[in-house]
């Protein structure tokens, strides 16, 4: 049987979890409006989450990135980047949700509604 400091703790936990999820969710509780494209630090393009769309990123040094907008949520479907990890980073639709491109320098961010 376990003893009243080991079920205080796991209760603790068991708080802590729950807090986190929620300010997790406090915090993404704008609605999802665009995606702002940034390459190395300059933003070059924002799309409506609403309007399907694809777009060939021009990244660093000749890098390029197909954005994808397609049923409020956006993703890289190709990359010229060797570890495609952008590709991998899958699916994008809350707010603050980014998909990064090193060796291109692309991020992709959702932005939301900023009266939340």
Not at 29 to 48: K, L, P
Not at 74 to 81: D, G, K, M, Y
Request: aromatic residues 6%.
């Amino acid at each position: 049987m376990p003893s009243k400091r080991s079920l205080s703790l796991i209760a603790a936990i068991f708080v802590l979890a729950a807090a986190c999820c929620g300010a997790g969710l406090w915090l993404h509780r704008g609605a999802a409006v665009c995606v702002s494209v940034s390459v190395d630090g300059q933003e070059i393009a924002r799309f409506d989450l609403d309007q399907d769309t694809e777009y060939l990123i021009p990244g660093y040094a000749g890098g390029t990135n197909r954005l994808i907008v397609r049923d409020g949520q956006a993703w890289v479907e190709e990359a010229s980047c060797p570890d495609k990890l952008c590709v991998h980073q899958g699916r994008i639709r809350r707010t603050g949700e980014m998909i990064i491109c090193l060796p291109n320098r692309m991020t992709a961010e959702i932005i939301g509604d900023e009266k939340g």
